[in-house]
């Protein structure tokens, strides 16, 4: 049989198994575009010149609309995209100095916060909780984030002989507190939009 695009609509409303699968396929590569489309708004934020983006909200995103696992995929396949060379980070950046760098704790958070995420905002029989979990779970996805990314900033100046050793405060604050802000609105832009769509995604993606 001829595959067309009439075909496989006509397919995936008879069979619900396959619409949600070619859900979940594609959703993979598209949040790891989203991330990297995120990562192109970027304000270099003093003293460090770590970036403020919008690449968390498309984290946050993609753990309330694909799953842990699915999150964890396509969140590998953006850092991976990137170390191979394709310029998905921040300012266009790519390739491993990137993710050994002073913000590579950053992309290692971005995939280690997305079952943490999930786990808050789903329930046992898989029905979305509401909007205060994703308040919550917004806070849990920058709070794993910044937990892995300011240490890691820490010490990757701390190595480095070209620059001065900060201190604990100056990394907190230049990696963590400076980004408050931002993370608010970011988390109250997802809990709008997870309010909006993220029942029926739950329905035909989880």
């Keep these: ?96 100095a990137t993710l050994l760098g002073q913000t590579g704790g950053y992309l290692v958070g971005f995939i280690a916060c997305q079952p943490v995420a999930h786990a808050i905002i789903r329930r046992t029989d898989r029905s979305f909780r509401g909007w205060g979990a994703v308040v919550v779970a917004g806070i849990a996805v920058h709070t794993v984030v910044f937990a892995i990314g300011v240490p890691w900033l820490y010490f990757v100046r701390t190595w480095d002989p070209a620059t001065p050793d900060p201190t604990v405060w100056g990394a907190i604050n230049g990696g963590c507190v400076a980004f408050l802000p931002g993370m608010a609105l970011k988390v109250a832009i997802a809990t709008l939009l997870a309010v909006m769509f993220r029942p029926e995604i739950g329905r035909r993606v989880w």
């Design 1 to 96: 049989m001829r595959l067309t695009s009439q075909t496989i609509g006509d397919l995936c409303r008879d069979d619900p198994a396959l619409r949600g699968a070619l859900l979940r396929l594609s959703g993979v590569p598209a949040f790891a575009l989203l991330t990297a489309i995120g990562a192109a708004v970027a304000f270099p934020i003093p003293p460090f010149g770590v970036v403020q983006t919008l690449q968390t909200l498309a984290v946050l995103l993609c753990a309330l609309a694909m799953g842990p696992r699915l999150g964890i995929l396509s969140m590998v396949l953006y850092v991976v995209c990137g170390i191979v060379g394709v310029p998905m980070f921040a300012e266009g950046e790519a390739g491993w």
